[in-house]
């Protein structure tokens, strides 16, 4: 065991980049051990499975069947990665015939699929180790009075739910809440922000967007922290296009929930990824602003 | 004036296709649809659909084939589960969608004009190429295939992107074998008897 076998995916070497600092500067501040998956693939993504679904749980396969060599948990903080990883081992459980075709496919480069390799979302992770009492004990810079919409984004709760209890689940607002900072109600918060709509059907997806943004606005947040690479670049990269259509003015920063938890634990904001955003975050001018005001 | 049938003949409709969709993955109920819409309720795009999830299961079961293939549905889906987990006898649409969307690739089916289908084929092949998808690369030739007036559109975004360090402009990630990911996807397909796009 050599901790976590991280799998960034490719969203996180590229747009989600501030993802992957922040969840290694983040476990590395809070002691838990990650090191990368070497040598592993593409997930298949939701665009392979267009094209067909044995192949993309094929490429799925391969990356557990690497864990599975290495005999270390996944961690996954992409939700597409995560989910893709799930699905295929719980449907390569579900249908003996598919498995074997891919079984046969993974020996013939020397792999063996293995079972139950465990997959986890780092919200799972560090809510087990070190736990969010641990964190707390851990807080330097709390983030009083910054108001935070929490977003899960679709796929951490269905299908495949990182939590028992998807619809009533706080485990992301729970973790909100130890950074100091306040949650706002936030009812969209496990509604689709559209995935690759923006690029492909643009006015569907900078809709969706809107109304995402729309309601956290109205909430009175100063930030969404979201858990998911495509969300926070859809929110982001797609945010000025979307409010200016509606006749909005004001912008909210993007941040995902490991730099939000790292700023808390006193971590430098560019270990964090945070000089990559589009729309600056900066809590600290915000305060100052309101507190003249 | 030429008038045309609006209707189409029990004879003309593909049962056959019905059976073949209801053999995928997570389409086993699909014959068991009661038609209560839970599907299209949840959907946060159908009100940009021109057959609901609904219709489309209906259609799928009754074996409208053209209609269905050639629908903009299936490449508005944005894979959210949403229709999956609310359906009450077990239909996982989302993978019905992709069962469709893949048939619809195969047979050449599909609005030109809808990117999403561009968009598949990029990922795909940059996948089988290097192991993993470099976004600068999936994107550009996605754009390329869709035309130079996608590709200035989408231009400002991307340089933001470049200089803030999201977007490598000339490196390309690659697994140390991309072969293996390619046997890998040629095995399964030979078995298939040749498959890719």
Not at chain 1, 132 to 157: D, H, N, S, T
């Amino acid at each position: 065991m050599s901790g976590y076998a991280y799998y960034p995916g490719c969203s996180l070497l590229g747009t989600g980049k501030s993802y992957d600092e922040s969840v290694r500067a983040v476990f590395e501040a809070l002691g838990v051990p990650l090191q990368e998956l070497e040598n592993w693939n593409c997930c298949g993504a939701t665009a392979y499975s267009s094209i067909d679904e044995c192949t993309a749980f094929a490429l799925a396969a391969r990356n557990l069947a690497l864990a599975h060599r290495r005999g270390d948990p996944i961690l996954a903080p992409c939700p597409n990665c995560y989910l893709v990883l799930t699905k295929t081992q719980r449907y390569l459980e579900q249908y003996p015939e598919i498995r074997q075709r891919i079984v046969q496919t993974l020996e013939r480069l020397g792999l063996n699929l293995g079972h139950d390799v465990p997959i986890r979302h780092p919200l799972q992770v560090l809510s087990e180790t070190p736990g969010l009492e641990a964190i707390r004990q851990k807080i330097q810079k709390p983030l009083k009075g910054l108001r935070v919409a929490p977003y899960y984004g679709c796929l951490l709760a269905r299908p495949y739910p990182i939590v028992e209890d998807p619809w009533n689940t706080t485990i992301l607002e729970d973790f909100i809440r130890v950074t100091g900072a306040e949650v706002v109600p936030y009812a969209y918060r496990t509604r689709c922000c559209g995935g690759a709509l923006t690029g492909v059907v643009r006015e569907a997806g900078l809709r969706m967007v809107y109304i995402l943004l729309r309601e956290a606005l109205r909430q009175g947040a100063q930030a969404v922290v979201t858990t998911c690479p495509l969300c926070q670049f859809n929110l982001e990269a797609f945010q000025d296009q979307a409010l200016r259509k509606n006749g909005i003015q004001e912008r909210i920063p993007v941040l995902y929930f490991t730099q939000l938890l790292g700023l808390a634990l006193g971590l430098p904001p560019k270990k964090l990824g945070l000089h990559r955003h589009l729309i600056p975050f900066q809590p600290q001018r915000k305060a100052l602003q309101e507190a003249v005001a | 004036m030429e008038i045309q049938r609006t209707i189409k003949y029990e004879a003309e409709l593909d049962r056959q296709f019905a059976y073949e969709i209801a053999q995928s993955p997570g389409a086993e109920t699909l014959f068991e649809c009661i038609q209560c819409g839970a599907c299209s309720a949840a959907c946060p795009v159908s009100i940009y659909m021109d057959l609901t999830p609904r219709r489309v299961i209906a259609m799928t079961r009754e074996g409208f084939k053209h209609e269905v293939l050639s629908s903009l549905t299936i490449w508005l889906c944005s894979s959210c589960y949403a229709c999956t987990v609310e359906c009450p006898v077990g239909i996982k649409v989302t993978d019905v969608m992709y069962a469709l969307k893949q048939r619809a690739i195969k047979e050449g089916y599909g609005p030109r004009k809808v990117l999403t289908r561009l968009l598949a084929q990029s990922f795909f092949q940059a996948v089988k190429e290097d192991g993993r998808a470099t976004e600068r690369k999936v994107m550009l030739r996605l754009y390329r295939r869709a035309g130079l007036d996608h590709l200035i559109r989408m231009a400002p975004l991307g340089l933001k992107l470049w200089r803030t360090g999201r977007l490598s402009a000339f490196g390309t990630e690659r697994i140390k074998n991309p072969a293996e990911v390619r046997t890998l996807l040629e095995c399964l397909e030979e078995q298939e008897g040749g498959k890719s796009p």
